[in-house]
Protein backbone atom coordinates (compact mmCIF):
# COMPACT_ATOMS: atom_id res chain seq x y z
CA UNK A 1 0.00 0.00 0.00
CA UNK A 2 1.26 3.40 -0.73
CA UNK A 3 1.51 6.36 1.17
CA UNK A 4 -0.87 8.22 -0.15
CA UNK A 5 -3.14 4.87 0.24
CA UNK A 6 -2.51 4.52 4.14
CA UNK A 7 -2.91 8.21 4.35
CA UNK A 8 -6.82 7.78 3.09
CA UNK A 9 -7.26 4.26 4.43
CA UNK A 10 -6.39 6.14 8.28
CA UNK A 11 -8.98 8.99 7.51
CA UNK A 12 -12.09 6.68 6.43
CA UNK A 13 -13.61 6.51 9.77
CA UNK A 14 -12.97 10.59 9.70
CA UNK A 15 -14.53 11.12 6.63
CA UNK A 16 -18.16 9.45 7.33
CA UNK A 17 -18.38 12.66 9.78
CA UNK A 18 -19.23 16.06 7.89
CA UNK A 19 -16.95 18.25 5.90
CA UNK A 20 -17.47 21.13 8.35
CA UNK A 21 -16.09 19.05 10.99
CA UNK A 22 -13.15 18.44 9.50
CA UNK A 23 -12.34 21.93 8.52
CA UNK A 24 -11.40 23.67 11.90
CA UNK A 25 -7.99 21.40 12.14
CA UNK A 26 -7.07 22.79 9.06
CA UNK A 27 -6.12 26.58 9.02
CA UNK A 28 -8.44 28.97 6.65
CA UNK A 29 -6.69 28.13 3.13
CA UNK A 30 -7.18 30.81 0.04
CA UNK A 31 -9.20 30.20 -2.81
CA UNK A 32 -8.64 30.78 -6.86
CA UNK A 33 -10.93 30.45 -9.19
CA UNK A 34 -10.18 30.59 -13.09
CA UNK A 35 -13.08 29.80 -15.69
CA UNK A 36 -16.31 31.03 -17.26
CA UNK A 37 -19.66 31.48 -16.79
CA UNK A 38 -20.04 28.80 -14.73
CA UNK A 39 -17.82 30.26 -12.07
CA UNK A 40 -17.83 33.67 -12.66
CA UNK A 41 -19.00 35.75 -9.73
CA UNK A 42 -19.24 38.91 -11.34
CA UNK A 43 -15.64 40.07 -12.69
CA UNK A 44 -17.80 40.83 -16.26
CA UNK A 45 -19.90 43.53 -14.17
CA UNK A 46 -16.59 45.74 -14.65
CA UNK A 47 -16.69 45.03 -18.42
CA UNK A 48 -17.78 46.59 -21.14
CA UNK A 49 -19.40 43.17 -22.22
CA UNK A 50 -22.50 41.70 -23.49
CA UNK A 51 -21.40 38.56 -21.18
CA UNK A 52 -23.11 39.39 -18.04
CA UNK A 53 -25.57 39.00 -15.39
CA UNK A 54 -26.12 41.99 -13.48
CA UNK A 55 -29.59 42.90 -13.62
CA UNK A 56 -32.83 41.19 -12.17
CA UNK A 57 -33.66 38.21 -12.34
CA UNK A 58 -30.30 37.18 -12.16
CA UNK A 59 -29.93 36.94 -8.21
CA UNK A 60 -33.66 36.52 -7.20
CA UNK A 61 -32.31 34.33 -4.25
CA UNK A 62 -29.06 35.24 -3.22
CA UNK A 63 -29.23 36.70 0.36
CA UNK A 64 -29.15 40.55 -1.18
CA UNK A 65 -32.07 39.20 -3.48
CA UNK A 66 -29.48 41.66 -6.05
CA UNK A 67 -27.98 40.74 -9.60
CA UNK A 68 -24.13 40.11 -8.49
CA UNK A 69 -22.80 38.54 -11.84
CA UNK A 70 -23.49 35.24 -10.85
CA UNK A 71 -25.01 33.13 -13.85
CA UNK A 72 -27.09 31.83 -10.90
CA UNK A 73 -30.86 32.64 -8.93
CA UNK A 74 -28.19 32.47 -6.24
CA UNK A 75 -25.63 31.05 -5.39
CA UNK A 76 -22.80 29.55 -7.68
CA UNK A 77 -20.25 26.71 -7.60
CA UNK A 78 -17.72 28.60 -5.94
CA UNK A 79 -19.64 29.75 -3.19
CA UNK A 80 -20.81 26.82 -2.17
CA UNK A 81 -17.50 25.17 -1.87
CA UNK A 82 -16.20 28.28 -0.51
CA UNK A 83 -19.19 27.51 2.17
CA UNK A 84 -18.66 23.86 2.43
CA UNK A 85 -14.81 24.53 3.42
CA UNK A 86 -15.94 27.41 6.31
CA UNK A 87 -14.55 30.41 4.23
CA UNK A 88 -16.14 33.60 3.00
CA UNK A 89 -16.98 33.86 -1.22
CA UNK A 90 -14.01 35.08 -2.60
CA UNK A 91 -14.19 38.19 -4.54
CA UNK A 92 -14.52 38.69 -8.22
CA UNK A 93 -10.16 40.11 -8.64
CA UNK A 94 -11.71 43.68 -10.48
CA UNK A 95 -13.43 44.21 -7.74
CA UNK A 96 -12.19 47.22 -6.17
CA UNK A 97 -13.50 46.13 -2.66
CA UNK A 98 -10.65 43.29 -2.85
CA UNK A 99 -7.86 45.13 -1.07
CA UNK A 100 -5.94 44.76 2.32
CA UNK A 101 -6.36 41.30 4.40
CA UNK A 102 -9.56 40.58 2.07
CA UNK A 103 -6.56 39.12 -0.39
CA UNK A 104 -5.62 36.76 1.71
CA UNK A 105 -9.17 34.80 0.96
CA UNK A 106 -8.04 34.28 -2.12
CA UNK A 107 -9.64 35.83 -5.73
CA UNK A 108 -12.07 34.51 -8.72
CA UNK A 109 -10.42 35.13 -11.77
CA UNK A 110 -13.26 33.74 -14.05
CA UNK A 111 -15.00 35.53 -17.00
CA UNK A 112 -17.92 34.85 -18.58
CA UNK A 113 -17.82 33.42 -22.09
CA UNK A 114 -13.94 32.56 -22.25
CA UNK A 115 -12.82 29.09 -23.35
CA UNK A 116 -9.02 27.25 -23.34
CA UNK A 117 -9.18 29.16 -26.59
CA UNK A 118 -8.35 32.66 -27.58
CA UNK A 119 -10.81 32.94 -30.20
CA UNK A 120 -13.75 31.23 -28.13
CA UNK A 121 -16.36 33.84 -27.46
CA UNK A 122 -14.77 36.37 -29.28
CA UNK A 123 -18.65 37.80 -29.96
CA UNK A 124 -18.52 39.00 -26.34
CA UNK A 125 -15.69 41.56 -26.60
CA UNK A 126 -13.90 42.65 -23.28
CA UNK A 127 -13.85 39.22 -21.71
CA UNK A 128 -10.71 38.08 -19.67
CA UNK A 129 -9.17 35.13 -21.91
CA UNK A 130 -7.93 32.65 -19.32
CA UNK A 131 -4.54 33.47 -20.21
CA UNK A 132 -4.71 37.00 -18.80
CA UNK A 133 -6.72 35.29 -15.66
CA UNK A 134 -3.19 33.61 -15.28
CA UNK A 135 -1.74 36.95 -15.95
CA UNK A 136 -3.53 38.64 -13.09
CA UNK A 137 -3.12 35.56 -11.16
CA UNK A 138 0.52 36.47 -11.31
CA UNK A 139 -0.22 40.22 -10.46
CA UNK A 140 -2.52 38.84 -7.33
CA UNK A 141 0.76 37.33 -6.03
CA UNK A 142 2.71 40.32 -6.15
CA UNK A 143 0.06 42.41 -4.65
CA UNK A 144 0.03 39.83 -1.53
CA UNK A 145 3.73 39.83 -1.61
CA UNK A 146 3.83 43.70 -1.03
CA UNK A 147 1.47 42.67 2.40
CA UNK A 148 3.25 39.24 3.97
CA UNK A 149 6.15 39.25 2.44
CA UNK A 150 7.20 36.97 -1.06
CA UNK A 151 7.84 33.50 1.38
CA UNK A 152 4.33 33.89 2.90
CA UNK A 153 2.53 34.26 -0.52
CA UNK A 154 4.10 31.14 -1.84
CA UNK A 155 3.15 29.35 1.27
CA UNK A 156 -0.21 31.03 0.79
CA UNK A 157 -0.64 29.31 -2.76
CA UNK A 158 0.94 26.46 -2.65
CA UNK A 159 -1.40 25.54 0.08
CA UNK A 160 -4.72 26.76 -1.41
CA UNK A 161 -7.33 25.23 -3.08
CA UNK A 162 -7.72 25.70 -6.71
CA UNK A 163 -10.73 25.46 -9.49
CA UNK A 164 -10.58 25.41 -12.65
CA UNK A 165 -13.85 25.34 -15.17
CA UNK A 166 -13.08 25.29 -19.13
CA UNK A 167 -14.46 23.83 -22.09
CA UNK A 168 -18.07 24.25 -22.90
CA UNK A 169 -18.03 27.81 -24.34
CA UNK A 170 -15.05 25.68 -26.94
CA UNK A 171 -17.97 23.98 -28.52
CA UNK A 172 -21.31 25.96 -27.72
CA UNK A 173 -19.48 29.45 -28.53
CA UNK A 174 -16.85 28.58 -31.12
CA UNK A 175 -17.01 25.13 -33.06
CA UNK A 176 -20.93 24.91 -33.42
CA UNK A 177 -21.60 28.76 -33.00
CA UNK A 178 -22.75 29.10 -36.70
CA UNK A 179 -22.94 26.15 -38.69
CA UNK A 180 -19.47 26.42 -40.63
CA UNK A 181 -17.79 28.17 -38.51
CA UNK A 182 -13.86 28.57 -38.89
CA UNK A 183 -12.89 26.23 -36.43
CA UNK A 184 -15.51 23.58 -38.03
CA UNK A 185 -13.48 24.10 -41.27
CA UNK A 186 -10.49 23.74 -40.20
CA UNK A 187 -10.88 20.37 -37.69
CA UNK A 188 -13.17 17.42 -37.95
CA UNK A 189 -14.68 17.02 -34.28
CA UNK A 190 -11.94 14.82 -32.93
CA UNK A 191 -9.35 16.55 -34.14
CA UNK A 192 -10.40 19.76 -32.44
CA UNK A 193 -10.80 18.32 -29.25
CA UNK A 194 -7.90 16.96 -29.17
CA UNK A 195 -6.38 20.29 -30.28
CA UNK A 196 -8.76 21.76 -27.35
CA UNK A 197 -6.69 19.29 -24.93
CA UNK A 198 -3.26 19.79 -25.74
CA UNK A 199 -3.87 23.43 -25.24
CA UNK A 200 -5.76 23.09 -22.05
CA UNK A 201 -3.10 20.97 -20.89
CA UNK A 202 -0.65 24.13 -21.09
CA UNK A 203 -2.98 26.13 -19.29
CA UNK A 204 -3.40 23.45 -16.32
CA UNK A 205 0.65 22.86 -16.22
CA UNK A 206 1.32 27.33 -16.17
CA UNK A 207 -1.32 26.76 -13.17
CA UNK A 208 1.45 24.30 -10.94
CA UNK A 209 4.05 27.03 -12.61
CA UNK A 210 2.65 29.82 -10.82
CA UNK A 211 2.37 27.60 -7.62
CA UNK A 212 -1.27 25.38 -7.19
CA UNK A 213 -0.85 22.11 -5.49
CA UNK A 214 -4.08 21.23 -5.35
CA UNK A 215 -6.09 22.31 -8.10
CA UNK A 216 -9.84 20.86 -9.39
CA UNK A 217 -10.76 20.39 -12.78
CA UNK A 218 -14.44 20.65 -14.05
CA UNK A 219 -15.36 18.73 -17.36
CA UNK A 220 -18.28 20.18 -19.25
CA UNK A 221 -21.64 19.28 -18.44
CA UNK A 222 -24.09 17.25 -20.89
CA UNK A 223 -23.57 20.45 -23.67
CA UNK A 224 -26.33 18.89 -25.76
CA UNK A 225 -28.99 18.55 -22.88
CA UNK A 226 -29.44 22.43 -21.55
CA UNK A 227 -32.03 24.73 -22.57
CA UNK A 228 -30.94 26.45 -25.13
CA UNK A 229 -29.50 23.56 -27.10
CA UNK A 230 -32.68 22.01 -26.91
CA UNK A 231 -34.57 24.79 -28.08
CA UNK A 232 -32.11 24.90 -31.27
CA UNK A 233 -31.83 21.05 -31.78
CA UNK A 234 -34.56 18.78 -30.14
CA UNK A 235 -37.89 17.49 -31.50
CA UNK A 236 -38.68 15.68 -29.17
CA UNK A 237 -37.04 17.09 -25.71
CA UNK A 238 -33.82 14.53 -26.65
CA UNK A 239 -30.52 15.87 -26.71
CA UNK A 240 -28.34 17.35 -29.19
CA UNK A 241 -26.60 14.97 -30.71
CA UNK A 242 -23.17 16.31 -32.25
CA UNK A 243 -22.48 18.60 -28.48
CA UNK A 244 -23.22 15.65 -26.90
CA UNK A 245 -20.56 13.21 -29.02
CA UNK A 246 -18.32 16.20 -28.45
CA UNK A 247 -18.79 16.05 -24.47
CA UNK A 248 -18.16 12.56 -24.92
CA UNK A 249 -15.02 12.88 -26.86
CA UNK A 250 -13.86 16.24 -24.42
CA UNK A 251 -14.60 14.62 -20.72
CA UNK A 252 -12.43 11.22 -20.94
CA UNK A 253 -9.64 12.81 -23.08
CA UNK A 254 -9.28 15.44 -19.53
CA UNK A 255 -9.58 12.88 -17.54
CA UNK A 256 -6.75 11.31 -19.10
CA UNK A 257 -4.86 14.46 -19.30
CA UNK A 258 -4.80 15.30 -15.88
CA UNK A 259 -3.71 11.67 -14.89
CA UNK A 260 -0.56 11.93 -17.43
CA UNK A 261 0.30 15.31 -15.67
CA UNK A 262 -0.05 13.97 -12.14
CA UNK A 263 2.28 11.12 -13.52
CA UNK A 264 4.64 13.60 -14.94
CA UNK A 265 4.65 15.96 -11.72
CA UNK A 266 4.76 12.98 -9.30
CA UNK A 267 1.72 13.91 -7.11
CA UNK A 268 -1.86 14.22 -7.19
CA UNK A 269 -2.08 17.93 -7.77
CA UNK A 270 -5.18 17.93 -10.21
CA UNK A 271 -8.67 16.51 -9.43
CA UNK A 272 -10.53 15.56 -12.09
CA UNK A 273 -14.47 16.43 -11.71
CA UNK A 274 -16.86 14.60 -13.88
CA UNK A 275 -19.37 17.22 -13.73
CA UNK A 276 -21.04 15.95 -17.10
CA UNK A 277 -21.90 12.46 -15.09
CA UNK A 278 -22.72 14.64 -11.78
CA UNK A 279 -25.31 16.65 -14.26
CA UNK A 280 -26.04 13.80 -16.11
CA UNK A 281 -28.02 11.94 -12.89
CA UNK A 282 -30.61 14.95 -12.69
CA UNK A 283 -30.77 15.88 -16.19
CA UNK A 284 -31.98 12.08 -16.60
CA UNK A 285 -33.87 11.53 -13.74
CA UNK A 286 -35.19 14.55 -12.60
CA UNK A 287 -38.10 13.79 -10.15
CA UNK A 288 -35.41 11.66 -7.97
CA UNK A 289 -34.31 15.12 -7.01
CA UNK A 290 -37.18 16.61 -6.48
CA UNK A 291 -36.96 18.51 -9.98
CA UNK A 292 -40.29 19.03 -12.21
CA UNK A 293 -37.82 19.27 -14.95
CA UNK A 294 -34.37 19.14 -16.62
CA UNK A 295 -35.68 20.22 -20.07
CA UNK A 296 -36.85 23.93 -19.14
CA UNK A 297 -35.00 26.64 -18.13
CA UNK A 298 -36.48 28.70 -15.58
CA UNK A 299 -35.82 31.64 -17.05
CA UNK A 300 -36.29 33.13 -20.27
CA UNK A 301 -38.56 32.67 -23.40
CA UNK A 302 -39.13 29.96 -26.65
CA UNK A 303 -39.05 26.27 -26.75
CA UNK A 304 -37.93 25.14 -23.14
CA UNK A 305 -37.49 28.63 -22.24
CA UNK A 306 -34.07 28.38 -24.01
CA UNK A 307 -34.12 31.09 -26.63
CA UNK A 308 -32.13 35.00 -26.36
CA UNK A 309 -31.27 35.48 -22.89
CA UNK A 310 -32.52 35.72 -19.12
CA UNK A 311 -34.12 39.02 -18.40
CA UNK A 312 -36.92 41.27 -16.79
CA UNK A 313 -39.33 40.69 -19.63
CA UNK A 314 -38.50 36.91 -19.80
CA UNK A 315 -40.60 34.40 -18.53
CA UNK A 316 -39.75 33.56 -15.35
CA UNK A 317 -40.78 30.34 -12.56
CA UNK A 318 -42.24 31.26 -9.30
CA UNK A 319 -40.33 28.18 -7.63
CA UNK A 320 -36.66 28.15 -9.03
CA UNK A 321 -35.56 24.81 -6.43
CA UNK A 322 -37.95 22.28 -8.97
CA UNK A 323 -35.89 23.46 -11.92
CA UNK A 324 -32.83 21.79 -12.75
CA UNK A 325 -31.74 25.00 -15.41
CA UNK A 326 -32.01 28.61 -13.81
CA UNK A 327 -31.57 30.06 -17.67
CA UNK A 328 -31.18 28.34 -21.26
CA UNK A 329 -27.18 27.57 -20.21
CA UNK A 330 -26.67 27.37 -16.58
CA UNK A 331 -27.83 25.08 -14.09
CA UNK A 332 -30.37 26.72 -10.62
CA UNK A 333 -28.76 27.45 -7.43
CA UNK A 334 -30.40 23.54 -6.10
CA UNK A 335 -29.05 21.85 -8.91
CA UNK A 336 -25.29 23.31 -8.05
CA UNK A 337 -25.92 22.32 -4.66
CA UNK A 338 -26.15 18.88 -5.92
CA UNK A 339 -23.00 19.35 -8.29
CA UNK A 340 -20.80 20.36 -5.42
CA UNK A 341 -21.66 17.63 -3.05
CA UNK A 342 -20.77 15.18 -4.96
CA UNK A 343 -17.64 17.31 -5.36
CA UNK A 344 -17.21 17.01 -1.65
CA UNK A 345 -18.06 13.19 -1.14
CA UNK A 346 -18.13 11.42 -4.98
CA UNK A 347 -16.99 8.32 -5.22
CA UNK A 348 -13.89 7.80 -7.66
CA UNK A 349 -16.60 7.82 -10.67
CA UNK A 350 -17.20 11.22 -9.67
CA UNK A 351 -13.90 12.47 -8.13
CA UNK A 352 -10.64 11.13 -9.23
CA UNK A 353 -8.37 10.37 -7.41
CA UNK A 354 -10.49 11.88 -4.58
CA UNK A 355 -12.56 13.71 -3.48
CA UNK A 356 -12.79 17.14 -1.64
CA UNK A 357 -13.40 15.89 1.76
CA UNK A 358 -10.60 13.90 1.42
CA UNK A 359 -7.97 16.49 0.15
CA UNK A 360 -9.05 18.65 3.42
CA UNK A 361 -8.51 15.11 5.61
CA UNK A 362 -5.02 14.52 3.89
CA UNK A 363 -3.98 18.29 4.20
CA UNK A 364 -5.12 18.70 7.61
CA UNK A 365 -3.60 15.30 8.17
CA UNK A 366 -0.04 16.45 6.36
CA UNK A 367 0.10 19.50 8.72
CA UNK A 368 -0.11 17.58 11.89
Known amino acids: MDF ?26 AFFVFGDSLVDNGNNNYLATS ?30 ISQAIGEESTLPYLSPEL ?10 FASAGVGVLNDTGIQFLNIIRIFKQLEYFQQYQQRVSA ?6 TQQLVNRALVLITLGGNDFVNNYYLIPFSARSRQFSLPDYVRYVISEYKKILMRVYELGARRVLVTGTGP ?32 AQTINELNSEIGSDVFVAANTNRMTMDFVSNPQAYGFVTSKIACCGQGPYNGIGLCTSASNLCPNRDVYAFWD ?16 LAGSNDYMHPMNLSTIMAVDAWMKT
Open 147 to 152: LIGEEQ
Open 223 to 254: LGCVPAELALHSVNGECAIELQRAAALFNPQL
Open 328 to 343: PFHPSERANRIIVQQI
Open 4 to 29: HSVIVASLLVGLAAPLCSLVPQAEAR
Open 99 to 108: TGQRLLNGAN
Open 51 to 80: ARADSYPYGIDYPSHRATGRFSNGFNIPDL
